[in-house]
Nanobody, 126 residues
Framework: VQLVESGGGSVQAGGSLRLSCRISEFSPSKWCLAWFRQVPGKKREGVGF????????TSAYADSVRGRFTVSRGENNCWLQMNRLKPEDTAMYYCAAANEVCTSYYLRREDYFPYWGQGTQVTVFP
């Protein structure tokens, strides 16, 4: 399994960015794709996920981004659409995958995800 993020960059507060995660060799019957972020010196924080629970799927988001961020999946990609960005959204963003469905609980359990990308930096200026 390979996950490769792209799309990070610098943006002014209030702007938008769309992060992409290219997914290779990952086709389990159940799956969860999540985005985490990390600021130096702090614990990695779950941002949101999408899965295929009962075929139609579910999603959930951290309180800090709900209503502004959206996670979606295509055949070989996962995206994180980030709108109305704030300076506190500045972080390294990581894509993660698990061979099982998720609940919001797992946004606090990075050890639930065995597969990770290398990260892409997002910087939001005031």
């Amino acid at each position: 399994v390979q996950l490769v993020e792209s799309g990070g960059g610098s943006v002014q507060a209030g702007g938008s960015l769309r992060l992409s995660c290219r997914i290779s060799e990952f086709s389990p019957s159940k799956w969860c794709l999540a985005w985490f972020r990390q600021v130096p010196g702090k614990k990695r924080e779950g941002v949101g996920f999408v899965d295929n629970f009962r075929g139609t799927g579910t999603s959930a988001y951290a309180d800090s981004v709900r209503g502004r961020f959206t996670v979606s999946r295509g055949e070989n990609n996962c995206w994180l659409q980030m709108n109305r960005l704030k300076p506190e959204d500045t972080a390294m963003y990581y894509c993660a995958a698990a061979n099982e469905v998720c609940t919001s609980y797992y946004l606090r359990r990075e050890d639930y995800f065995p597969y990770w990308g290398q990260g892409t930096q997002v910087t939001v200026f005031p």
